[in-house]
Protein backbone atom coordinates (compact mmCIF):
# COMPACT_ATOMS: atom_id res chain seq x y z
CA UNK A 1 0.00 0.00 0.00
CA UNK A 2 3.27 2.54 0.53
CA UNK A 3 4.03 1.54 -3.55
CA UNK A 4 -0.12 3.00 -3.81
CA UNK A 5 1.11 6.32 -1.92
CA UNK A 6 3.77 6.50 -4.63
CA UNK A 7 1.60 6.55 -7.21
CA UNK A 8 -0.76 9.17 -6.05
CA UNK A 9 -0.88 12.72 -7.38
CA UNK A 10 0.75 15.36 -4.93
CA UNK A 11 -3.09 16.91 -3.61
CA UNK A 12 -4.05 13.52 -2.66
CA UNK A 13 -1.14 12.30 -1.07
CA UNK A 14 -1.34 15.13 1.40
CA UNK A 15 -4.94 14.82 1.68
CA UNK A 16 -3.68 10.72 3.06
CA UNK A 17 -0.44 11.53 4.97
CA UNK A 18 -2.71 11.50 8.21
CA UNK A 19 -2.90 7.70 7.03
CA UNK A 20 0.43 7.24 6.29
CA UNK A 21 1.44 6.00 9.50
CA UNK A 22 -1.48 3.32 9.20
CA UNK A 23 -0.79 1.82 5.97
CA UNK A 24 2.65 1.62 7.23
CA UNK A 25 1.81 -0.47 10.53
CA UNK A 26 -0.34 -3.02 8.63
CA UNK A 27 1.49 -3.42 5.81
CA UNK A 28 4.87 -4.01 8.21
CA UNK A 29 2.31 -6.20 10.68
CA UNK A 30 1.16 -8.30 7.24
CA UNK A 31 5.00 -8.57 5.61
CA UNK A 32 6.44 -9.54 8.99
CA UNK A 33 4.10 -12.35 10.00
CA UNK A 34 3.92 -14.00 6.57
CA UNK A 35 7.85 -13.70 6.79
CA UNK A 36 8.14 -15.40 9.59
CA UNK A 37 5.16 -18.02 9.19
CA UNK A 38 4.69 -18.50 5.85
CA UNK A 39 6.54 -22.13 6.23
CA UNK A 40 4.26 -22.86 8.93
CA UNK A 41 1.22 -21.84 7.68
CA UNK A 42 1.52 -23.59 3.96
CA UNK A 43 2.81 -27.17 5.89
CA UNK A 44 0.83 -27.07 8.53
CA UNK A 45 -2.44 -25.06 8.61
CA UNK A 46 -2.71 -26.81 4.92
CA UNK A 47 -3.27 -23.42 2.63
CA UNK A 48 -0.80 -20.91 0.47
CA UNK A 49 -0.41 -18.29 2.75
CA UNK A 50 0.56 -14.79 0.76
CA UNK A 51 -2.04 -14.56 -1.80
CA UNK A 52 -4.60 -15.73 0.32
CA UNK A 53 -3.69 -14.55 3.67
CA UNK A 54 -2.98 -11.05 2.02
CA UNK A 55 -6.68 -11.33 0.27
CA UNK A 56 -8.33 -11.99 3.92
CA UNK A 57 -6.78 -9.24 5.60
CA UNK A 58 -7.71 -6.75 2.58
CA UNK A 59 -11.33 -7.68 3.59
CA UNK A 60 -10.43 -6.87 6.79
CA UNK A 61 -9.47 -3.71 7.28
CA UNK A 62 -11.03 -2.60 4.18
CA UNK A 63 -14.16 -0.56 3.95
CA UNK A 64 -16.40 -4.31 4.66
CA UNK A 65 -14.34 -5.11 7.20
CA UNK A 66 -13.27 -2.96 9.98
CA UNK A 67 -12.62 0.15 8.26
CA UNK A 68 -8.91 0.67 8.66
CA UNK A 69 -7.98 1.55 5.52
CA UNK A 70 -10.13 3.07 2.93
CA UNK A 71 -8.62 4.16 -0.15
CA UNK A 72 -8.67 8.28 -0.31
CA UNK A 73 -11.55 10.19 -2.30
CA UNK A 74 -10.35 10.93 -6.00
CA UNK A 75 -8.62 7.70 -6.41
CA UNK A 76 -9.70 5.22 -8.98
CA UNK A 77 -9.53 1.60 -7.34
CA UNK A 78 -9.57 -0.32 -10.48
CA UNK A 79 -6.70 2.11 -11.87
CA UNK A 80 -4.64 1.86 -8.56
CA UNK A 81 -5.45 -1.96 -8.72
CA UNK A 82 -4.07 -2.09 -12.64
CA UNK A 83 -0.90 -0.74 -12.03
CA UNK A 84 -0.06 -2.13 -9.33
CA UNK A 85 -0.84 -5.23 -11.36
CA UNK A 86 1.32 -4.61 -13.67
CA UNK A 87 4.64 -4.15 -11.77
CA UNK A 88 4.29 -6.72 -9.72
CA UNK A 89 3.73 -8.89 -12.72
CA UNK A 90 6.38 -7.41 -14.29
CA UNK A 91 8.78 -8.25 -10.72
CA UNK A 92 7.39 -12.07 -10.94
CA UNK A 93 7.97 -12.97 -14.48
CA UNK A 94 11.63 -11.36 -14.02
CA UNK A 95 12.10 -13.47 -10.98
CA UNK A 96 10.68 -16.84 -13.13
CA UNK A 97 13.31 -16.23 -15.82
CA UNK A 98 16.36 -15.65 -13.33
CA UNK A 99 14.98 -19.15 -11.70
CA UNK A 100 15.23 -21.21 -14.80
CA UNK A 101 18.37 -22.69 -15.98
CA UNK A 102 19.83 -21.21 -18.78
CA UNK A 103 19.57 -23.34 -21.57
CA UNK A 104 16.40 -24.20 -20.30
CA UNK A 105 13.85 -22.75 -22.64
CA UNK A 106 16.06 -23.91 -25.49
CA UNK A 107 15.69 -27.56 -24.38
CA UNK A 108 12.45 -27.31 -23.41
CA UNK A 109 10.84 -25.06 -26.46
CA UNK A 110 8.68 -27.71 -27.97
CA UNK A 111 6.83 -28.49 -24.48
CA UNK A 112 6.81 -24.55 -23.87
CA UNK A 113 5.40 -24.14 -27.43
CA UNK A 114 2.71 -26.44 -27.00
CA UNK A 115 1.04 -25.22 -23.96
CA UNK A 116 1.95 -21.85 -24.74
CA UNK A 117 0.35 -21.94 -28.38
CA UNK A 118 -2.76 -24.83 -28.90
CA UNK A 119 -2.55 -24.47 -24.89
CA UNK A 120 -3.51 -20.95 -24.25
CA UNK A 121 -5.56 -21.61 -27.20
CA UNK A 122 -8.01 -23.99 -25.96
CA UNK A 123 -7.77 -21.97 -22.28
CA UNK A 124 -8.71 -19.14 -24.23
CA UNK A 125 -12.16 -20.69 -25.67
CA UNK A 126 -13.01 -22.90 -22.84
CA UNK A 127 -12.90 -20.29 -20.51
CA UNK A 128 -14.91 -17.59 -23.10
CA UNK A 129 -17.74 -20.31 -23.64
CA UNK A 130 -17.71 -21.56 -19.90
CA UNK A 131 -18.60 -17.27 -19.15
CA UNK A 132 -21.09 -17.62 -22.14
CA UNK A 133 -22.77 -20.05 -20.41
CA UNK A 134 -22.93 -19.50 -17.26
CA UNK A 135 -23.42 -15.90 -16.89
CA UNK A 136 -25.29 -15.09 -19.77
CA UNK A 137 -23.15 -11.78 -21.45
CA UNK A 138 -22.70 -11.69 -25.25
CA UNK A 139 -20.48 -13.90 -26.68
CA UNK A 140 -17.53 -11.37 -27.24
CA UNK A 141 -17.92 -10.31 -23.75
CA UNK A 142 -17.80 -13.77 -22.66
CA UNK A 143 -14.69 -14.18 -24.82
CA UNK A 144 -13.00 -10.96 -23.17
CA UNK A 145 -13.56 -12.85 -20.11
CA UNK A 146 -12.37 -15.70 -20.88
CA UNK A 147 -8.89 -13.96 -21.95
CA UNK A 148 -8.67 -12.40 -19.07
CA UNK A 149 -8.39 -15.52 -17.12
CA UNK A 150 -6.50 -17.67 -19.39
CA UNK A 151 -2.87 -16.62 -18.08
CA UNK A 152 -1.73 -18.94 -15.30
CA UNK A 153 -0.63 -16.70 -12.18
CA UNK A 154 2.75 -16.36 -11.81
CA UNK A 155 3.25 -15.22 -8.61
CA UNK A 156 0.39 -17.97 -6.91
CA UNK A 157 2.20 -20.39 -8.92
CA UNK A 158 5.48 -19.52 -7.65
CA UNK A 159 4.28 -20.30 -3.90
CA UNK A 160 3.52 -23.76 -5.09
CA UNK A 161 6.43 -25.14 -6.66
CA UNK A 162 8.66 -23.19 -4.42
CA UNK A 163 9.84 -23.93 -0.89
CA UNK A 164 10.68 -27.10 1.10
CA UNK A 165 7.23 -29.03 0.87
CA UNK A 166 7.79 -28.45 -3.16
CA UNK A 167 10.93 -29.14 -3.71
CA UNK A 168 10.67 -32.56 -1.49
CA UNK A 169 7.27 -33.50 -3.45
CA UNK A 170 7.08 -32.22 -7.49
CA UNK A 171 10.00 -33.43 -9.44
CA UNK A 172 11.99 -30.67 -10.40
CA UNK A 173 10.89 -30.61 -14.24
CA UNK A 174 7.52 -30.15 -13.48
CA UNK A 175 8.19 -27.29 -11.19
CA UNK A 176 10.52 -25.74 -13.76
CA UNK A 177 7.39 -26.69 -16.76
CA UNK A 178 4.92 -24.80 -14.73
CA UNK A 179 7.42 -21.71 -13.98
CA UNK A 180 8.35 -21.12 -17.29
CA UNK A 181 4.32 -21.32 -18.29
CA UNK A 182 3.46 -18.82 -16.03
CA UNK A 183 6.20 -16.17 -16.46
CA UNK A 184 5.70 -16.58 -20.58
CA UNK A 185 1.76 -17.26 -20.88
CA UNK A 186 0.91 -13.67 -18.80
CA UNK A 187 2.58 -11.26 -21.50
CA UNK A 188 1.17 -13.78 -24.57
CA UNK A 189 -2.59 -13.41 -23.37
CA UNK A 190 -2.65 -9.53 -24.42
CA UNK A 191 -3.61 -10.79 -27.95
CA UNK A 192 -6.28 -12.56 -26.58
CA UNK A 193 -7.28 -9.56 -24.32
CA UNK A 194 -6.54 -7.17 -27.15
CA UNK A 195 -8.72 -9.34 -29.97
CA UNK A 196 -11.88 -9.39 -26.98
CA UNK A 197 -11.50 -5.49 -26.34
CA UNK A 198 -11.56 -5.18 -30.38
CA UNK A 199 -14.50 -7.31 -30.81
CA UNK A 200 -16.57 -5.83 -27.79
CA UNK A 201 -16.16 -2.43 -29.40
CA UNK A 202 -16.23 -2.90 -32.88
CA UNK A 203 -18.11 -4.95 -35.56
CA UNK A 204 -15.64 -8.44 -35.60
CA UNK A 205 -14.61 -7.98 -39.23
CA UNK A 206 -13.22 -4.65 -38.20
CA UNK A 207 -11.92 -6.05 -34.80
CA UNK A 208 -9.91 -8.79 -36.93
CA UNK A 209 -8.85 -6.38 -39.36
CA UNK A 210 -6.96 -4.33 -36.69
CA UNK A 211 -6.13 -7.00 -34.27
CA UNK A 212 -3.79 -8.93 -36.77
CA UNK A 213 -1.13 -6.35 -37.57
CA UNK A 214 -1.28 -4.83 -34.04
CA UNK A 215 -0.81 -7.93 -32.51
CA UNK A 216 2.16 -8.77 -34.45
CA UNK A 217 3.57 -5.45 -34.34
CA UNK A 218 2.65 -4.53 -30.59
CA UNK A 219 2.45 -7.24 -28.72
CA UNK A 220 5.34 -9.66 -30.18
CA UNK A 221 7.57 -7.70 -32.31
CA UNK A 222 8.29 -4.97 -30.29
CA UNK A 223 8.45 -6.84 -26.94
CA UNK A 224 10.41 -9.90 -28.23
CA UNK A 225 12.91 -6.92 -30.08
CA UNK A 226 13.08 -4.72 -27.27
CA UNK A 227 13.43 -6.88 -24.28
CA UNK A 228 15.83 -9.17 -26.50
CA UNK A 229 17.77 -6.07 -26.97
CA UNK A 230 17.76 -4.91 -23.80
CA UNK A 231 18.29 -7.90 -21.92
CA UNK A 232 21.26 -8.99 -23.59
CA UNK A 233 23.25 -5.94 -23.52
CA UNK A 234 22.58 -5.81 -19.74
CA UNK A 235 23.89 -9.26 -19.33
CA UNK A 236 26.84 -8.57 -21.13
CA UNK A 237 28.17 -5.65 -19.85
CA UNK A 238 27.10 -6.85 -16.57
CA UNK A 239 29.14 -10.05 -17.34
CA UNK A 240 32.26 -7.69 -18.25
CA UNK A 241 31.77 -5.62 -15.23
CA UNK A 242 31.91 -8.60 -12.93
CA UNK A 243 34.66 -10.07 -15.02
CA UNK A 244 36.82 -6.92 -14.33
CA UNK A 245 35.94 -6.43 -10.84
CA UNK A 246 34.36 -3.01 -11.92
CA UNK A 247 30.88 -2.95 -10.26
CA UNK A 248 30.22 -3.07 -6.94
CA UNK A 249 27.74 -5.68 -4.63
CA UNK A 250 24.94 -2.62 -4.31
CA UNK A 251 24.75 -1.87 -7.78
CA UNK A 252 24.91 -5.65 -9.36
CA UNK A 253 21.94 -6.32 -6.99
CA UNK A 254 19.79 -4.23 -8.09
CA UNK A 255 20.15 -4.54 -11.78
CA UNK A 256 17.62 -6.93 -12.71
CA UNK A 257 14.82 -4.97 -10.65
CA UNK A 258 15.87 -1.80 -12.65
CA UNK A 259 15.91 -3.74 -15.70
CA UNK A 260 12.61 -4.69 -14.99
CA UNK A 261 11.34 -1.65 -14.66
CA UNK A 262 13.09 -0.07 -17.38
CA UNK A 263 11.99 -2.62 -20.18
CA UNK A 264 8.33 -2.39 -18.92
CA UNK A 265 8.37 1.89 -19.17
CA UNK A 266 10.45 1.27 -22.45
CA UNK A 267 7.98 -1.35 -24.36
CA UNK A 268 4.74 0.42 -22.83
CA UNK A 269 5.98 4.05 -24.12
CA UNK A 270 6.41 2.22 -27.63
CA UNK A 271 2.76 0.79 -27.01
CA UNK A 272 4.02 -2.55 -26.88
CA UNK A 273 3.54 -5.37 -24.14
CA UNK A 274 5.50 -4.56 -21.41
CA UNK A 275 5.23 -8.00 -19.62
CA UNK A 276 6.43 -10.12 -22.71
CA UNK A 277 9.41 -7.59 -23.01
CA UNK A 278 10.23 -8.17 -19.44
CA UNK A 279 10.26 -11.72 -19.17
CA UNK A 280 11.94 -12.14 -22.68
CA UNK A 281 14.69 -9.07 -21.63
CA UNK A 282 14.82 -11.13 -18.26
CA UNK A 283 15.55 -14.37 -20.31
CA UNK A 284 18.18 -13.04 -22.35
CA UNK A 285 19.81 -11.44 -19.56
CA UNK A 286 20.02 -14.76 -17.59
CA UNK A 287 21.76 -16.47 -20.91
CA UNK A 288 24.49 -13.46 -21.05
CA UNK A 289 24.91 -12.46 -17.34
CA UNK A 290 27.59 -13.71 -14.64
CA UNK A 291 25.63 -16.86 -12.78
CA UNK A 292 27.12 -15.64 -9.58
CA UNK A 293 25.35 -12.56 -9.85
CA UNK A 294 22.10 -14.07 -10.75
CA UNK A 295 21.66 -16.11 -7.79
CA UNK A 296 21.73 -12.64 -5.66
CA UNK A 297 20.23 -10.46 -8.16
CA UNK A 298 16.65 -13.31 -7.60
CA UNK A 299 16.68 -13.04 -4.25
CA UNK A 300 16.47 -8.91 -4.65
CA UNK A 301 14.18 -9.71 -7.00
CA UNK A 302 11.81 -11.99 -5.04
CA UNK A 303 11.77 -9.64 -2.46
CA UNK A 304 10.60 -7.11 -4.75
CA UNK A 305 8.21 -9.28 -6.07
CA UNK A 306 6.60 -10.24 -2.33
CA UNK A 307 6.49 -5.89 -0.98
CA UNK A 308 4.93 -5.07 -4.39
CA UNK A 309 2.26 -8.41 -4.39
CA UNK A 310 0.96 -7.61 -0.93
CA UNK A 311 -0.66 -4.63 -2.01
CA UNK A 312 -2.31 -5.91 -4.90
CA UNK A 313 -3.94 -8.17 -2.95
CA UNK A 314 -4.87 -6.88 0.34
CA UNK A 315 -6.19 -4.11 -2.80
CA UNK A 316 -7.95 -6.69 -4.64
CA UNK A 317 -9.50 -7.73 -0.75
CA UNK A 318 -10.49 -4.14 0.41
CA UNK A 319 -12.64 -3.71 -3.58
CA UNK A 320 -13.58 -7.13 -4.11
CA UNK A 321 -17.24 -6.12 -5.99
CA UNK A 322 -19.73 -8.08 -3.07
CA UNK A 323 -22.73 -6.32 -4.32
CA UNK A 324 -22.23 -7.10 -8.22
CA UNK A 325 -21.02 -10.66 -7.34
CA UNK A 326 -23.89 -11.02 -5.02
CA UNK A 327 -26.52 -9.67 -8.30
CA UNK A 328 -25.04 -13.11 -10.50
CA UNK A 329 -26.90 -15.31 -8.14
CA UNK A 330 -26.03 -18.71 -8.59
CA UNK A 331 -24.51 -18.13 -12.15
CA UNK A 332 -21.35 -16.91 -10.22
CA UNK A 333 -20.45 -19.51 -8.37
CA UNK A 334 -21.09 -21.81 -11.75
CA UNK A 335 -19.26 -19.47 -13.47
CA UNK A 336 -16.09 -20.27 -10.86
CA UNK A 337 -16.39 -23.85 -11.08
CA UNK A 338 -16.52 -23.71 -15.32
CA UNK A 339 -13.38 -22.29 -15.25
CA UNK A 340 -11.45 -24.27 -12.60
CA UNK A 341 -12.49 -26.96 -13.82
CA UNK A 342 -12.69 -26.66 -17.72
CA UNK A 343 -10.05 -23.99 -18.56
CA UNK A 344 -6.95 -26.20 -17.99
CA UNK A 345 -7.56 -29.45 -16.95
CA UNK A 346 -8.87 -31.03 -20.29
CA UNK A 347 -6.16 -28.91 -22.13
CA UNK A 348 -3.13 -30.66 -20.35
CA UNK A 349 -4.33 -34.10 -20.34
CA UNK A 350 -5.44 -34.30 -23.87
CA UNK A 351 -1.93 -32.16 -24.77
CA UNK A 352 0.29 -33.65 -21.93
CA UNK A 353 1.53 -36.66 -24.02
CA UNK A 354 3.93 -34.20 -26.27
CA UNK A 355 4.95 -32.29 -23.17
CA UNK A 356 8.24 -33.00 -21.39
CA UNK A 357 8.09 -34.49 -18.45
CA UNK A 358 4.13 -35.11 -18.38
CA UNK A 359 4.92 -38.63 -18.72
CA UNK A 360 2.52 -39.69 -16.55
CA UNK A 361 -1.20 -38.99 -15.79
CA UNK A 362 -0.38 -38.48 -12.36
CA UNK A 363 1.77 -35.42 -13.59
CA UNK A 364 -1.11 -34.30 -16.16
CA UNK A 365 -3.53 -34.04 -13.37
CA UNK A 366 -1.42 -32.05 -10.81
CA UNK A 367 -0.24 -29.58 -13.76
CA UNK A 368 -3.79 -29.60 -15.24
CA UNK A 369 -4.98 -28.53 -11.91
CA UNK A 370 -2.68 -26.28 -10.77
CA UNK A 371 -3.09 -23.07 -13.11
CA UNK A 372 -3.93 -20.69 -10.73
CA UNK A 373 -5.40 -17.38 -11.30
CA UNK A 374 -4.21 -14.10 -10.23
CA UNK A 375 -2.43 -10.97 -9.94
CA UNK A 376 -2.55 -11.20 -14.05
CA UNK A 377 -5.93 -11.75 -14.44
CA UNK A 378 -6.86 -8.83 -12.57
CA UNK A 379 -4.69 -6.67 -14.49
CA UNK A 380 -6.12 -7.82 -17.80
CA UNK A 381 -9.19 -7.21 -15.81
CA UNK A 382 -8.86 -3.93 -14.67
CA UNK A 383 -7.62 -2.82 -17.93
CA UNK A 384 -10.44 -4.50 -20.25
CA UNK A 385 -13.03 -3.07 -18.13
CA UNK A 386 -11.46 0.56 -18.43
CA UNK A 387 -10.78 0.11 -21.90
CA UNK A 388 -14.73 -1.14 -22.74
CA UNK A 389 -16.80 0.23 -20.01
CA UNK A 390 -18.27 -3.44 -19.33
CA UNK A 391 -17.89 -3.67 -15.80
CA UNK A 392 -18.95 -6.83 -15.91
CA UNK A 393 -15.27 -8.06 -17.09
CA UNK A 394 -14.01 -6.96 -13.33
CA UNK A 395 -17.35 -8.28 -11.34
CA UNK A 396 -16.42 -11.75 -13.33
CA UNK A 397 -12.63 -11.82 -13.36
CA UNK A 398 -12.41 -10.90 -9.75
CA UNK A 399 -15.07 -13.69 -8.95
CA UNK A 400 -13.08 -16.04 -10.78
CA UNK A 401 -9.61 -14.97 -9.26
CA UNK A 402 -11.30 -15.41 -5.63
CA UNK A 403 -12.02 -18.50 -6.64
CA UNK A 404 -8.78 -19.86 -7.27
CA UNK A 405 -7.39 -18.29 -4.43
CA UNK A 406 -9.22 -20.07 -2.27
CA UNK A 407 -9.64 -23.35 -3.89
CA UNK A 408 -6.06 -23.87 -5.06
CA UNK A 409 -5.12 -22.17 -1.39
CA UNK A 410 -6.69 -24.70 0.37
CA UNK A 411 -5.42 -27.97 -2.27
CA UNK A 412 -2.49 -27.04 -2.65
CA UNK A 413 -0.50 -28.77 -0.29
CA UNK A 414 -2.21 -31.61 0.31
CA UNK A 415 -2.44 -32.24 -3.50
CA UNK A 416 1.83 -31.46 -3.45
CA UNK A 417 1.63 -34.33 -0.34
CA UNK A 418 -0.03 -36.58 -2.81
CA UNK A 419 1.99 -36.14 -5.62
CA UNK A 420 5.18 -36.95 -3.80
CA UNK A 421 3.44 -39.98 -1.79
CA UNK A 422 2.23 -41.20 -5.31
CA UNK A 423 5.56 -40.64 -6.74
CA UNK A 424 7.27 -42.94 -4.32
CA UNK A 425 5.36 -45.43 -4.43
CA UNK A 426 6.15 -45.61 -8.26
CA UNK A 427 9.26 -45.87 -7.37
Same mark, same amino acid.
Request: proline residues 6%.
Given at each position: ???????????????????????????? =??????????????????????? $????????? %??????? $???????????????????????????????????????? +???????????????????????????????????????????????????? %?????????????????????????????????????? $???????? #???????????????? %????????????????????? !?? @????????????????????????????????????????????????????? @???? !??????? =???????????????????????????????? $???????????????????? +???????????????????????? #???????????????????????????????????? !???????
Amino acid at each position: MSVVVLLAPASLLQSSMPDLNVVVLLFG =SLTLVLSLFSGFLKERIYVVTDP $LVATLFGVV %IGPVGLG $LLVLPAGWEPLIVVEQIARLTVALAVTSIALRLPQSYVRR +RARSLAVLLVPGMTAMWLLSGLSAYVAIGVSFWTAMLIGAVVTPTDPVIANT %IVTGRLAEANIPDGVRRLVSGESGANDGLAAPFVHLGI $LAVLHPFG #AALAEWVPTTFVRELA %IPIAVGAGVGTAAGVVERWTS !EQ @QLADETSVLTVTVALTFAVLGAVTVLDGGGILGVFVAALAYNWCADPTDEARE @QQVT !EVFNRLF =SYPVFVLFGMEIPWREWTALGWRGPALVVAVL $LVRRLPMVLALGPRIHPLDT +RRSRLFVGWFGPIGIAALYYATLA #ARETGAEVVWVAGSLVVAGSLLVHGISATPLTRWYG !ERDADAR
